[in-house]
């Protein structure tokens, strides 16, 4: 029995392997995603604990240098927060980017393997044709010789 090559088979292996780095870079990704957005969250609570210690200081007796304090406090944290809102949002697009990529690797993948089955019905269409014909050139000699 005649044995199936697709001859694109190479193309094939490759952006199988396209696809795993696809899904390796968008896994790495996520995960940055989740840890800016987990320091993020970090952060507020941080920012909320130094604006309660803030209003404290500034109830009964002041101290002006712990006011003074606590309020560069709150500051400097805002714009930490600030920062790692940004650093989120760049994540975020670099989520977004890995998830493209690998969604038009996976469509290329996908391309190829539908390519592969069509090459293989093909094949199995002329296996099926070429039987046929042999099953007719058996039947003819058959008739013909008795």
Do not use: C, P, W
Request: aromatic content about 6%; cysteine-free; glycine content about 2%.
């Amino acid at each position: 029995m005649a044995k199936f090559v697709y001859r694109m088979q190479n193309v094939l292996n490759i952006k199988m392997k396209l696809e795993t780095q696809a899904k390796l870079a968008y896994s790495t990704a996520n995960q940055k995603y989740l840890e800016e957005q987990r320091t993020l969250q970090e952060m507020v609570v941080r920012r909320m604990g130094y604006e309660k210690k803030l209003k404290e200081t500034m109830q009964g007796i002041m101290d002006v240098r712990q006011v003074v304090r606590a309020r560069t406090d709150v500051d400097n944290m805002k714009t930490l927060v600030r920062r790692q809102m940004l650093n989120v949002h760049k994540a975020e697009k670099e989520l977004e980017d890995a998830r493209e990529k690998l969604n038009t690797v996976m469509q290329e993948r996908k391309v190829q393997e539908k390519l592969r089955e069509k090459a293989f019905d093909e094949f199995k269409q002329e296996l099926a044709v070429a039987e046929t014909k042999e099953i007719d050139e058996l039947v003819s000699f058959t008739y013909n010789r008795e």
